[in-house]
């Protein structure tokens, strides 16, 4: 099992930038697939992003393709999503997720494991 926790979220202007974390604990974090999901207000939580346990494949959702980018640091267990020329659209609950997988591969849905999510506020 693993437990995650955001952090790195809140309120930045439009076009600027932010780091978000997220730190894991429990063991094996390496064997873990790590997903970004966002939620913004009276809509559906979304995907964002995912990233293969060694974090040699990411994956995004086209709407951030291009501003956001995922990378992890399996000696810190931890995964970021940096998030650059923000937009009012960004703006979410974002969380991570974590997936449990056999091979280097990248998960775009059915995570096991959640976080509690951090709040990115991007003004106009």
């Known amino acids: 099992q693993v437990q995650l926790a955001e952090s790195g979220g809140g309120l930045v202007q439009a076009g600027g930038s932010l780091r978000l974390s997220c730190a894991a604990s429990?063991?094996?974090?390496?064997?873990?697939?790590m997903g970004w999901f966002r939620q913004a207000p009276g809509k559906e939580r979304e995907f964002v992003g995912t990233?293969?346990?060694?974090?040699?494949?990411?994956y995004y959702t086209d709407s951030v393709k291009g501003r956001f980018s995922i990378a992890r640091d399996n000696a810190k267990s931890t995964v970021y999503l940096q998030m650059n020329s923000l937009k009012p659209e960004d703006t979410a609950v974002y969380y991570c997720?974590?997936?449990?997988?056999?091979?280097?591969?990248?998960?775009?849905?059915?995570?096991?494991?959640w976080g509690q999510g951090t709040q990115v506020t991007v003004s106009s």
């Open positions: 997720a974590a997936e449990s997988t056999v091979g280097d591969v990248i998960i775009i849905a059915d995570y096991d494991y």
């Open positions: 429990g063991r094996l974090f390496s064997s873990y697939a």
């Open positions: 990233i293969s346990r060694s974090g040699l494949k990411t």
